[in-house]
T-cell receptor, first 112, second 109 residues
């Protein structure tokens, strides 16, 4: 079975632009979480969705939004990009709401 | 948001020795605890989960949980160079999985 897939893998944006990151979970997994990881730090929780409903939100500004679709795939949107948004964005899926997460390879965002 | 604390390291351990990684958490209500391994340039992968006090063994890995003292540890026996990585402690708090900053482990050949 395919693992968690994320797209794009790398992207470069300029300040003020908007970005959409996409994630497809492992088949059968109903929960998707998004994390931001900067170099030398652990992943920072952004959102968790389960059965298409938001079930958790981390300490990120309203510029960050996400949604989960009927097929359980998910998108993370970031508006009005700042230099500090440059990071690796990780998507993880799980069967149910648990901490046993399976991560994708991430989308590396660079904001210039 | 409650904290999950880890020593950032690096922790250097000779090959064949036992590596001991520690983690403390501040939310006494936390119920689920996890260890992830992250190789440089890769995404985290789950290696252990533990839900009740005591020890849980899986091959060369042993996770230990002490809820009264609010700490979780991971022991790696017979350390191998391939164990060199960053080890992330994660704790479930409500509907959030909170990660520590990770401990860099370096196994010396």
């Amino acid at each position: 079975d395919a693992g968690v897939t994320q797209s794009p893998t790398h992207l470069i944006k300029t300040r003020g632009q908007q970005v959409t990151l996409r994630c497809s979970p492992i088949s059968g997994h109903k929960s998707v979480s998004w994390y931001q990881q900067v170099l030398g730090q652990g992943p920072q929780f952004i959102f968790q969705y389960y059965e298409k409903e938001e079930r958790g939100r981390g300490n990120f500004p309203d510029r960050f939004s996400a949604r989960q679709f009927p097929n359980y795939s998910s998108e993370l949107n970031v508006n009005a990009l700042l230099l500090g948004d440059s990071a690796l964005y990780l998507c993880a899926s799980s069967l149910v709401l648990s901490g046993e997460l399976f991560f994708g390879e991430g989308s590396r965002l660079t904001v210039l | 948001q409650k904290e999950v604390e880890q020593n950032s390291g690096p922790l250097s351990v000779p090959e064949g020795a036992i590596a001991s990684l520690n983690c403390t958490y501040s939310d006494r209500g936390s119920q689920s605890f996890f260890w992830y391994r992250q190789y440089s340039g890769k995404s985290p992968e789950l290696i252990m989960s533990i839900y009740s006090n005591g020890d849980k063994e899986d091959g060369r890995f042993t996770a230990q949980l002490n809820k009264a003292s609010q700490y979780v540890s991971l022991l790696i026996r017979d350390s191998q160079p391939s164990d060199s990585a960053t080890y992330l402690c994660a704790v479930r708090q409500d509907d959030k999985i909170i990660f520590g900053k990770g401990t860099r482990l370096h196994i010396l050949p």
